[in-house]
């Protein structure tokens, strides 16, 4: 298996209304953007307003070429019809109707039916990577149903690759040593503000050859402005006063090197060399130029250096800061 990924990867959520709605014609423009700007992964799941992500996701990529882009979702969750009125859905922070719920299942004939279910609302003939999708607090089951029925789907050539997403590194790692996977997707766990996925997650995928996708690098809006304020998120919630501190702390030293904090945090887990991709949501064409601008401008080694010195950052040897592409390999 050998999968390309763009280095910038567009993250489908926002569009499906992630704290705010989002119209269908904003969402086609803003894909249109990612494509224009070069973006040829794209990453979804039946999560992302109950199925809107997909739906919106498939029509704006209908009639390009399959074989030119890579295209992820992700399964654990399936989504079941609510009788009914229906309100908002809150309990997924989506600004769309609760028109479902979200049902748990892990099994293999769930993973099987999550995956069917997913091509039907993005009406494209095939996934590349199939993610299972938070399992960090269902470990057992995700060991022994749902990686088994991943590889059984790779195997019949169902998906070309599998993984697993979480914000859990230490749950990662896990399954990395113990499952048979192609890439995981580590979510706010590797970014300029903290990276715990260096401790386990990452020498279990060097070791087994597992490809990394880097997800909420700005640590869900904690360093996408160039001046981090109390109003700022941190983990869907409120950001800590500690956090914060370290988030301003990282901006001053970024701002002495001419570059803002959202440069910074989205070339910072590119350098690694095991990350393939930078999976970021956005929910506008101007956020998608926004992003391709800050990839597209390099970041001095000068400004690498100071965080290290100050222990910002690990002092490590230098690594990637590139612009090449990168690939999933097994």
Same mark, same amino acid.
Request: contains cysteine; charged residues 25%; glycine residues 8%.
């Given at each position: ?31 249109? &953007?990612?494509?224009? &700007? %070069? ?9 992302? %307003? ?6 919106? *996701? %498939?029509?704006?990529? =209908? ?12 399964? %654990?969750?399936? #989504? ?49 990577? #199939? ?9 057992? $089951?995700?060991?022994?149903?749902? *990686?088994? =029925?991943? +590889? ?25 040593? $113990? ?25 279990? /995928? +060097? ?18 402005? =160039? $001046? ?14 500690? @956090? ?9 030293? /970024? +701002? ?9 945090? #989205? ?11 930078? @999976? ?11 992003? +391709? ?34 690939? @999933?390999?097994?």
């Amino acid at each position: 298996m050998d999968l390309a990924l763009s280095r910038l990867g567009f993250g489908a959520a926002p569009i499906a209304g992630l704290y705010s709605a989002v119209d269908d014609d904003t969402a086609a423009a803003t894909v249109d &953007a990612a494509w224009a &700007a %070069g973006i040829r992964y794209f990453d979804t799941a039946p999560h992302y %307003g109950l199925g809107r992500s997909e739906r919106l *996701l %498939g029509a704006a990529l =209908a009639g390009r070429d399959r074989d030119s882009y890579v295209l992820s979702t992700k399964a %654990g969750r399936l #989504l079941v019809p609510v009788d009914g009125a229906a309100g908002s859905d809150d309990e997924g922070r989506f600004a769309v109707p609760a028109s479902h719920r979200r049902l748990w299942d892990l099994s293999r004939d769930g993973i099987r039916r999550s995956l069917d279910e997913s091509l039907q609302r993005l009406g494209l003939d095939r996934v590349d990577l #199939l993610y299972l999708h938070d399992p960090e607090d269902r470990m057992d $089951e995700a060991m022994a149903t749902a *990686l088994p =029925a991943l +590889a059984e789907l790779r195997a019949e050539g169902a998906v070309r690759a599998v993984g697993v997403g979480s914000k859990d590194a230490a749950a990662l790692a896990r399954l990395v040593r $113990e499952g048979d996977l192609d890439a995981v997707m580590v979510a706010g766990r590797y970014t300029l503000l903290e990276q715990p996925a260096q401790d386990a997650l990452f020498p279990a /995928c +060097a070791e087994r050859r597992v490809g990394v996708v880097a997800a909420a690098v700005f640590n869900s809006g904690l360093l996408a402005t =160039a $001046e981090p304020g109390p109003d700022a998120t941190y983990e869907y919630g409120a950001v800590p006063p500690p @956090v914060l501190r370290r988030a301003r702390e990282l901006a001053a030293v /970024c +701002a002495g090197h001419g570059v803002d904090l959202p440069r910074a945090a #989205l070339r910072f887990p590119l350098r690694h060399p095991l990350v393939s991709s930078a @999976v970021v949501g956005m929910r506008s064409p101007a956020e998608v130029a926004e992003n +391709a601008a800050r990839l597209a401008e390099p970041v001095p080694s000068a400004l690498w250096e100071s965080l290290a010195r100050r222990g910002l950052i690990p002092d490590e040897e230098p690594l990637l800061d590139d612009e090449r592409g990168a690939r @999933v390999r097994r």
